[in-house]
C-alpha cells in the first residue's frame, strides 16, 4: 500500500460523501415545509411571479432533474443564491471563509499550546494529582456548553475586567487591513498596519480561547494517552539506562513519536473546532461563517444552509485526507490507513 | 464483556449486565463513582426539588424584576420576576428527557441496523455501512442543524434531528459488535448444541453487544444535552419562554453584563449534568473494556 494507493481510495471515499451530501441537503431543502417560489417571492408577490420563479429554480420540473441541475451546478461552483442577502451563497462563503479559518487556527494553536504540555505532564506523572488535574480539564471541556463559556468570558474579561473588547473582528475605529488574504492578521503584517494588527490580534483573544478549551482537554488527552505508550518502550528504558537525563528521554526521544499518532486526532480537532465555530461565532459577534449561517437559518435561508453544509463537510473529510497523509509521510512504518 | 465470567457460561439464560462486578469495579473507579452521584443528584432536584418550590416556573412577578440571588429566589430572578432556580430544576427535566429520548430512539434504531446489517452480511451490509461512512463524515452539529431548520424551529424537531445525526455511531458499534460475537467460539458451541439464530441473538450477543452501546449512550447523554441546548441557544430548539436550558441562556444573553446570575445559573445546570455523564461513560468504559485497564 502507498501514497498515491491511499489517495486514489481516499479520492473515491471523498467522492461518494460528494454524492452523498449533496443528496442529503437536496433531500432536505425539499423537505421545508411551504413553497420555496413563495418563500423567495414574498408574501405579497402575484401568482404570476411566483410562477416565473418556481420556473427559473425548475421546481416545476421532476425530482430527478432538478438533483441532476443540483449537482450540476454544484460542480460549477454555484451554490445558489442566498434569499437573505441576495447575493450568490459561493460569494458569501468565501467572503467569511477567511474569518472563520483564523478563528480556528488561532483556537487550535491555544489547545496545541496548552494541551500538548498537560498531556506530556499527565503521563509522566501518571495518577499523581496532576494526571487528574489534567483529566479532569479534559472532561471539563467537552462537557461546557461552548456558547455559555463564550458569555461568561465576554461577562469577566470585557465587562468586569474592560480587558479585552467583547465581540467583533476588530475596532470600529480601526480601518481593517487591505484585503489581501482575508486574514487581518496576516494582511496587518503585509500592509506593515501596527494599529490593525494590535486591535485584530486583542479581538481574536477571547473567541479563540472560548472556542480552544474545549479541545485543551481532548488534546491533553489524546497525547497523554500517547505518551503513556512511548514511555513503556525498550528505547526509552535504554536511554535512560545510558544515563540520559529524564527530562531529555521525554522531551527529546518520546515526545517526537508521541506526536506522530496524535496528528490523527489533531486533524479530527481542526474539523470539530471548524463547525464549534458556529457557536463561538455568535456569542462574539465574529463575521464569520457560523454567523452567517445563523442568520441564514433564522431567516429561513435554505441555500445558504445548505451551501454551508457542503462547503464545511467538504473541508471537514479535505482535512481528514490531509492528515493522513501527513500521518503516512511521516511514520514510514506506517502503510495503511484504511 | 461484561465480565470475565461471561464468555464459558454457554447456554445458561443469565442476567445481562453482572451488577455484584460492576459494583466492586466501580468501587475502584472513583471519577465513575463521582459522574454516578452526580447524575442522582440532577435526578433528585429535577424530580423532587419543584414540590418543595413556592415557586412556579413561569410564576411572572414584575414588582421582582431581575432581582439578583437571594434568600428567597436563590438563583435569582429574570426579565419578568421568574424564579431562575424553579427554572432551572424545570428546565432540567426537560433536558434531562430530551437526552433519554434521543438516545433511545437513535440508540435502539441504529443498534437494530447495526445487527441485522452485521447478520445479514454482503452487499446490503456494504450498502449501509458506506451511507453510514458518509453521515459520520458530515460535521455533527453543522448535519444537526441543517435538517433543525428544515424540520422547522421546535423541540420537537430539534429533538428528531439530534437522534437522526446520532444513529450511525450506533449502527457502526452494534455491526463491530455482531461480527466479532457471531464468530466467537462460545457462540459456535452454541450453535453445535442446537441453540435457535433467535437463542443466540438473545443470550450472547444482547449480553455482549450490550455493555459497550450502553457507554456510547451515556456518553452521548451529555452531548446530546449539549446538543440541546445549543440549538435552543441559536433559535432551533426550544423557544424562549419555555423554561429549557438553553433557551433560557439565548435570552439571558441580553442581559450578560448586568445580571450574570441569569445566564450563570442555567449553564452550570448543564455543565454539571454534562459533567455527571460524561464521567460516569468514561468510568462504564474503561470497567467494559478489558484493553483499557491498564491506563
Redesign the interface.
Known amino acids: 500500500m502507498s501514497f498515491l494507493n491511499v489517495i486514489r481510495r481516499r479520492l473515491g471515499?471523498l467522492f461518494?460523501?460528494v454524492?452523498?451530501?449533496s443528496l442529503?441537503?437536496f433531500a432536505?431543502?425539499h423537505?421545508?415545509?411551504g413553497d420555496p417560489a413563495r418563500l423567495i417571492a414574498g408574501e405579497r408577490a402575484s401568482d404570476q411571479i411566483v410562477a416565473h420563479i418556481r420556473e427559473t429554480l425548475r421546481l416545476d420540473r421532476p425530482l430527478w432533474e432538478q438533483y441532476a441541475h443540483y449537482v450540476r451546478d454544484l460542480l460549477h461552483g454555484d451554490l445558489g443564491t442566498s434569499i437573505r442577502t441576495g447575493r450568490p451563497v459561493s460569494g458569501d462563503i468565501t467572503a467569511f471563509f477567511p474569518a472563520t479559518i483564523e478563528l480556528v487556527v488561532a483556537a487550535l494553536l491555544f489547545a496545541i499550546a496548552v494541551g500538548v504540555p498537560l498531556g506530556v505532564m499527565s503521563a509522566v506523572w501518571r495518577d499523581r494529582p496532576i494526571d487528574h488535574l489534567v483529566?479532569t480539564i479534559a472532561?471539563?471541556g467537552?462537557?461546557?456548553?461552548?456558547?455559555?463559556?463564550g458569555?461568561?468570558v465576554?461577562?469577566c474579561f470585557?465587562?468586569r475586567l474592560h480587558w479585552l473588547p467583547g465581540g467583533g473582528r476588530i475596532d470600529q475605529m480601526v480601518a481593517p487591513p487591505p484585503l489581501i488574504t482575508g486574514f487581518y492578521l496576516v494582511d496587518a503584517l503585509l500592509a506593515g498596519d501596527g494599529v490593525a494588527f494590535a486591535s485584530a490580534l486583542r479581538h481574536l483573544i477571547l473567541p479563540a480561547l472560548t472556542l480552544g478549551f474545549v479541545h485543551v482537554g481532548v488534546v491533553a488527552r489524546q497525547i497523554r494517552?500517547a505518551m503513556?505508550d512511548q514511555l513503556n518502550e525498550d528505547y526509552v528504558r535504554t536511554a535512560r539506562a545510558g544515563g540520559l537525563s529524564r527530562l531529555r528521554v521525554v522531551l527529546g526521544h518520546a515526545l517526537p513519536n508521541a506526536l506522530i499518532p496524535s496528528v490523527t486526532v489533531l486533524g479530527l480537532a481542526f474539523?470539530?473546532l471548524?463547525?464549534?465555530a458556529?457557536?463561538t461565532e455568535?456569542?462574539f459577534a465574529w463575521p464569520g461563517m457560523g454567523s452567517y449561517?445563523?442568520a441564514s437559518?433564522?431567516s429561513?435561508d435554505?441555500p445558504a444552509?445548505?451551501g454551508?453544509?457542503i462547503v464545511?463537510?467538504f473541508a471537514?473529510?479535505f482535512v481528514?485526507l490531509s492528515v493522513d497523509l501527513i500521518y503516512l509521510a511521516l511514520d514510514p512504518r506506517i502503510t495503511d490507513i484504511g | 464483556m461484561a465480565s470475565p465470567t461471561s464468555a464459558p457460561a454457554a447456554a445458561v439464560p443469565r442476567a445481562w449486565i453482572d451488577w455484584g462486578y460492576l459494583a466492586y469495579r466501580l468501587r475502584r473507579s472513583p471519577l465513575a463513582v463521582v459522574g454516578l452521584v452526580m447524575i442522582l443528584l440532577v435526578f433528585l432536584a429535577i424530580t423532587l426539588g419543584p414540590q418543595f418550590l413556592p415557586f412556579e416556573p413561569n410564576m411572572v412577578n414584575l414588582r421582582a424584576r431581575l432581582a439578583p440571588p437571594s434568600a428567597v429566589h436563590w438563583f435569582g430572578t429574570d426579565e419578568v420576576g421568574r424564579d431562575i432556580f424553579a427554572r432551572v430544576l424545570y428546565g432540567g427535566r426537560i433536558s434531562v428527557s430530551i437526552g433519554f429520548f434521543v438516545v433511545f430512539l437513535a440508540g435502539t434504531i441504529g443498534t437494530v441496523i447495526g445487527g441485522l446489517s452485521g447478520v445479514v452480511g454482503g452487499r446490503i451490509d456494504t450498502i449501509v455501512m458506506r451511507l453510514m461512512d458518509v453521515l459520520l463524515s458530515v460535521p455533527s452539529l453543522v448535519l444537526t442543524m441543517a435538517l433543525a431548520a428544515a424540520l422547522g424551529p421546535s423541540l420537537w424537531n430539534a429533538m428528531l434531528a439530534i437522534a437522526l445525526v446520532r444513529i450511525p455511531a450506533y449502527v457502526r458499534l452494534s455491526r463491530g459488535q455482531t461480527l466479532t460475537i457471531r464468530e466467537a467460539a462460545y457462540v459456535k458451541a452454541a450453535r453445535t448444541f442446537g441453540a435457535s439464530p433467535w437463542q443466540i441473538l438473545r443470550w450472547h450477543v444482547a449480553a455482549n453487544a450490550l455493555p459497550p452501546i450502553i457507554v456510547q449512550a451515556t456518553l452521548d447523554l451529555g452531548a446530546t444535552i449539549l446538543m440541546a441546548a445549543a440549538l435552543s441557544f441559536i433559535g432551533l430548539g426550544a423557544q424562549p419562554p419555555a423554561a429549557e436550558w438553553g433557551a433560557m441562556i439565548s435570552v439571558a444573553r441580553n442581559y450578560i453584563l448586568d445580571q450574570w446570575w441569569y445566564s450563570a445559573f442555567p449553564g452550570s445546570a448543564i455543565l454539571f449534568t454534562a459533567i455527571g455523564f460524561n464521567l460516569l461513560g468514561d468510568g462504564l468504559r474503561d470497567l467494559t473494556d478489558p484493553k483499557q485497564k491498564v491506563r
Not at chain 1, 467537552?142 to 463559556?149: Q, V
Open positions: 471515499f461518494l460523501v454524492v452523498g451530501v442529503i441537503t432536505i431543502s423537505m421545508i415545509p483529566r472532561v471539563t467537552i462537557s461546557t456548553p461552548a456558547f455559555w463559556l458569555l461568561l465576554i461577562l470585557y465587562g494517552s503513556l474539523g470539530d471548524l463547525y464549534g458556529v457557536l455568535t456569542v449561517v445563523v437559518i433564522q429561513l435554505f444552509v445548505m454551508f453544509t464545511v463537510s471537514y473529510v481528514n
